[in-house]
């Protein structure tokens, strides 16, 4: 596998493909060509705060979310204050299936996913799902996020512990009952079956690679959207798996 496992490109590919991306186009992990995004804050959905939302116990707590590609997903969670990790992966089906070629089949019942770990003194699960719904992922689009289908590309949340999935339910009731978006919310609440880190090469891609295409025009306006709409849970220097030179 490259180092770059989804594209490999070239730098006169990559050129090309800043061009299209300046003519109103944009490829998709896969190399399909999709109308691109803004580059600018992405869609803020301003959601209202969590009506249930107990404490916790001491830190630190994990939670998991599926939504979309994880590299956009793990690249907000890691500029938010008082999360200490996330971890791109896998969650949804069986250990053994929890390789990216077979994930990418769409019939492993794994999502890409992100495990993030935090501390509930800082930042509250609650909270965590106002950013996933705000800023992270569109609950509307089944099975879809962005220019990415399939299964793996689902958004589910799978609460680690009973109290996680009691208030995840009730925040998509709340938000279903608010009307804030044209479609119904399809993001489920799935049952916790653990979670797979993915290969190395995916982690902490969105801080190694933040000129890269697909980051550029689906992911670092999700970060700009978290700045923007949760100034005080922003931090600008994220916290990675590994260290980035």
Same mark, same amino acid.
């Given at each position: 596998m490259t180092d770059v496992p989804h594209r490999p490109i070239i730098a006169g590919i990559a050129a090309a493909l800043l061009l299209l991306a300046a003519a109103g186009?944009?490829?998709? +992990?896969? %190399?399909?060509?999709?109308? &691109?995004? +803004?580059v600018d804050a992405g869609p803020i959905v301003r959601v209202?705060?969590? &009506?249930v939302d107990p404490a916790e116990a001491a830190a630190p707590q994990t939670a998991v979310f599926a939504g979309g590609c994880f590299?956009?997903?793990?690249?907000?969670?890691?500029?938010?204050?008082?999360?200490?990790? &996330?971890? =791109? %992966?896998?969650?949804? %089906?069986?250990?053994g299936d929890a390789q990216y070629e077979s994930v990418g089949s769409g019939t492993t019942g794994?999502?890409?996913? $992100?495990?993030?770990?935090? !501390?509930? #003194? $800082? /930042? =509250?699960?609650?909270? *965590?799902?106002?950013?996933?719904?705000? $800023? $992270?992922? !569109?609950?509307?689009? *089944?099975?879809?996020?962005?220019? !990415?289908? %399939?299964?793996?590309?689902?958004?589910?949340?799978?609460?680690?512990?009973?109290?996680?999935?009691?208030?995840?339910? &009730?925040y998509i009731a709340q938000l279903g009952a608010t009307k804030l978006w044209k479609a119904p919310i399809v993001t489920k609440v799935e049952r916790y079956r653990g979670f797979f880190a993915?290969? #190395?090469?995916?982690?902490?891609? *969105?801080?190694?690679?933040? !000129?890269?295409?697909?980051? /550029?025009?689906?992911? *670092?306006?999700?970060?700009?959207?978290l700045r923007v709409a949760f100034p005080n849970y922003f931090r600008k220097a994220p916290v990675t798996v590994y260290p980035v030179s």
């Amino acid at each position: 596998m490259t180092d770059v496992p989804h594209r490999p490109i070239i730098a006169g590919i990559a050129a090309a493909l800043l061009l299209l991306a300046a003519a109103g186009t944009m490829t998709t +992990r896969s %190399g399909a060509i999709a109308p &691109a995004p +803004r580059v600018d804050a992405g869609p803020i959905v301003r959601v209202p705060t969590p &009506a249930v939302d107990p404490a916790e116990a001491a830190a630190p707590q994990t939670a998991v979310f599926a939504g979309g590609c994880f590299w956009g997903v793990q690249g907000v969670f890691q500029h938010v204050k008082g999360v200490s990790s &996330a971890v =791109s %992966g896998y969650s949804g %089906g069986r250990q053994g299936d929890a390789q990216y070629e077979s994930v990418g089949s769409g019939t492993t019942g794994h999502a890409e996913a $992100v495990k993030v770990s935090y !501390d509930p #003194k $800082v /930042v =509250s699960y609650g909270t *965590l799902l106002r950013i996933y719904f705000a $800023v $992270v992922a !569109d609950p509307t689009t *089944l099975n879809r996020q962005g220019p !990415d289908q %399939g299964t793996q590309y689902r958004t589910a949340i799978f609460p680690t512990t009973p109290q996680q999935a009691q208030t995840a339910s &009730a925040y998509i009731a709340q938000l279903g009952a608010t009307k804030l978006w044209k479609a119904p919310i399809v993001t489920k609440v799935e049952r916790y079956r653990g979670f797979f880190a993915a290969e #190395k090469y995916h982690q902490d891609f *969105l801080t190694r690679k933040p !000129d890269y295409p697909y980051i /550029v025009y689906n992911d *670092l306006p999700k970060v700009e959207a978290l700045r923007v709409a949760f100034p005080n849970y922003f931090r600008k220097a994220p916290v990675t798996v590994y260290p980035v030179s």
